[in-house]
């Protein structure tokens, strides 16, 4: 678990094996209504709400590997942000590592 998401048990976290811009662009074109930002943190999604939905974080050890942890909202179940974090998972779940 990152710092981004060590603090925030409502995330579960995996290892995709592209990166996380590639990762970006599949979100955005299986889901609409939610808007990305980049920090130090890695890219933000968020709900048009302003909830936190997922975070995906560059996690390469070196050039050539393509790694990027997906840290998802997965509590509670009954938010419209833990709903989005899970298709966003599912959107992402075939480049798992």
């Known amino acids: 678990m990152t710092a981004a998401t060590?603090?925030?048990p409502e995330f579960d976290t995996v290892q995709l094996t592209i990166k996380p811009g590639e990762a970006q662009e599949l979100?955005?074109?299986?889901?609409k209504?939610?808007?990305s930002s980049i920090t130090e943190d890695g890219i933000?999604?968020?709900s048009q709400?302003?909830?936190?939905v997922a975070i995906l974080r560059d996690n390469a050890t070196s050039d050539e590997q393509q790694r990027t942890e997906l840290a998802y909202r997965v509590a509670p179940p009954?938010?419209?942000?833990?709903?989005?974090?899970?298709?966003?998972?599912?959107?992402?779940?075939?480049?798992?590592a």
């Open 27 to 31: 979100v955005q074109q299986t889901l």
């Open 44 to 46: 933000l999604l968020r």
């Open 78 to 96: 009954s938010e419209l942000a833990t709903r989005k974090g899970k298709k966003v998972f599912e959107s992402l779940e075939s480049h798992r």
């Open 33 to 35: 209504g939610l808007r």
């Open 6 to 8: 060590q603090d925030r």
């Open 49 to 52: 709400d302003g909830m936190l």
